[in-house]
Every structure is written in C-alpha cells, then in structure tokens.
C-alpha cells in the first residue's frame, strides 16, 4: 500500500533560518505530488505540486521542493523562515490517473520572532 | 475562486445521537468530493469518495452504515455519523476535486470538529 513519511512532527525555528521538512512515499508508479499548509484555525491550502517536468518547483511565499525520484522524496524548502510561516505543513500524493490523496502525519513548523 | 465551506464548524452530541455535516463547493461544481477524519497529531485519513448521484465508495475499515454519505448535487455532499459514539469524535475534513488538465486538484473545507459525550 502507499504511504507518506514526514519525519519531522515538531520543527521549532528563529525567523531567518533556514527550513527543510522530508517528505518520502511509497510507490512505484507515477505520483502527482503537493505540499499542503494549514495555518492556525484556517484550511488546507496549497503551497506547491508537482507532476511532470523540472523536480525543482516553487510554491507561494518563497517556498519550494525538489523531487527527487532515486529517493521517492519531496522536501519542501524555505531560505529565510517568517513568524508568520508558522503552521501546520502535510505533504500528500496522488497516484497519477486516481482521485486518492496520501497524506502524511504532518509537521508543525513553529517560527520564534 | 474555489472555495469548500463546511457546516457546522463545530458540533457536540451526546452518544447514541446522529450528526450530519454538510460539505458545499460555493463557486464551482465539484466533479468529486471526498471526506477525510483527522485524528490529533495524526494525518487526513480518507474515509470515502462520492460521485453525485451515486453511491459512496468507502475506503478499507470503514464502516458505511455509521457513516452514511449522501451526495445530492454538484455543490453539496453530507455525512451523517449515524448512532454517535466518544470514539468517533474526531476533526472531519470534506475536499472537492475539480479536474485540470493534467491532474485533479482538490480544494479543502475549513473542518468540522465533532465531540461526542
């Protein structure tokens, strides 16, 4: 069966740092890729997908994630974190050609001012 | 554009009681909706997907009796948690999928939390 690793539950940054959070799947076949946020009482959005082309994509509010298929992994990066990216951050994959979303656990990112 | 509202955003209920939770998408129509369950500090489990007009299709484990899903037009799906126990109480999230060219995007309501006494 498919599944989604996030291995980082809790990430607990200063402002201007650095962010990486993993994202690892399982699946053989082809996936369509998402990075989702959902921000303190608010709903999912979306930060960035991936399906075909450069695995390097961009997203809203200066992020982005590679793919990198040899490794099954999608990270999602950020060069300089905010106070306000602060949230909760799911990676999801979608087995291309189906409607099924795979979620990972989810990893909350918390940005000190 | 394509926003999903969720109502109510929050309901508690004694057990034994059944709730209903409404899902519309407001300014699209939605080829598919789907219903996850999120447990705290756990991921969206997708519970089901319903086409409209037809019968859900339930994912592994979970029971299609307690959680009857009824989609009745291109903008609106419920799910009623039917003879409500403590157990199910949990945040439940409907999605809406409109499809592009190349792949299916899915836009999320804002949740519903449920508590069951």
């Known amino acids: 069966a498919q599944s989604v690793s996030q291995h980082n539950h809790h990430v607990i940054l200063s402002e201007a740092a650095s962010l990486e959070l993993g994202c690892n799947y399982s699946?053989?076949?082809?996936?369509?890729l998402f990075w989702y946020v959902q921000y303190p009482g608010q709903h999912l959005q979306l930060l960035l997908k991936y399906f075909s082309g450069d695995p390097l994509v961009k997203g809203i509010k200066g992020f982005e994630a590679e793919f990198i298929k040899s490794k099954f992994s999608f990270n999602l990066r950020k060069p300089s974190v905010q106070w306000s990216d602060t949230a909760e951050y799911f990676c999801a994959v979608n087995v291309a050609g189906t409607y099924k979303y795979i979620f990972g656990t989810g990893t909350r990112l918390k940005v000190l001012a | 554009g394509a926003v999903v509202s969720q109502h109510p955003s929050w309901v508690i209920c004694k057990s034994g009681t059944s709730v209903k939770i409404e899902c519309r998408s407001l300014?699209?129509?939605?080829?598919?909706m789907f219903w996850y369950r999120q447990f705290p500090k756990q991921s969206l489990m997708l519970m089901a997907t319903s086409n409209e007009g037809s019968k859900a299709t339930y994912e592994q484990g979970v029971e299609k009796d307690k959680f009857l899903i009824n989609h009745a037009s291109l903008t609106l799906s419920t799910l009623t948690v039917t003879s409500a126990h403590p157990e199910d109480s949990s945040f439940y999230i409907c999605?809406?999928?409109?499809?592009?060219?190349?792949?299916?995007?899915?836009?999320f309501g804002p949740g519903t939390r449920l508590t069951v006494l």
């Open positions: 699946y053989g076949g082809t996936v369509n």
């Open positions: 999605s809406a999928s409109l499809d592009r060219v190349k792949w299916n995007e899915q836009f």
């Open positions: 300014d699209f129509q939605a080829t598919t």
